[in-house]
């Protein structure tokens, strides 16, 4: 069983950064896949980001590809998501996932996170 907890969110201006954190408990955390996904008011859920278990492999979105960085800290038991270049359009809550599953399956994710408010002023 793994548990995640995700922190870190804000209110931030349009251009700034954030970092969100994603802390897990369990003991295999550092074997699964984890995701950053959000959803705006009215939207549905998007993908915005994967990391695999070693760190090696990521993958982004195409609205977020060079403003957002996916990374890891197995000894941690924590994901990272770096926010740069931030724009009212990022305005969401963004959920922590985990996954056995490798980081191109399509599989749904297991583990949820509760989520953090993001929010980007213009």
């Known amino acids: 069983q793994v548990q995640v907890v995700e922190s870190g969110g804000g209110l931030v201006q349009a251009g700034g950064s954030l970092r969100l954190s994603c802390a897990a408990s369990g003991r295999t955390f550092s074997f699964y896949t984890v995701a950053w996904l959000r959803q705006a008011p009215g939207k549905g859920r998007e993908f915005v980001a994967a990391?695999?278990?070693?760190?090696?492999?990521?993958r982004y979105a195409d609205s977020v590809k060079g403003r957002f960085t996916i990374s890891r800290e197995n000894d941690k038991n924590t994901v990272y998501l770096q926010m740069n270049n931030l724009k009212p359009e990022d305005t969401a809550v963004y959920y922590c996932?985990?996954?056995?599953?490798?980081?191109?399956?399509?599989?749904?994710?297991?583990?949820w996170g509760q989520g953090t408010q993001v929010t980007v002023s213009s």
């Open positions: 996932a985990a996954r056995s599953k490798g980081v191109d399956s399509t599989s749904p994710y297991d583990y």
């Open positions: 990391v695999s278990w070693s760190g090696a492999t990521t």
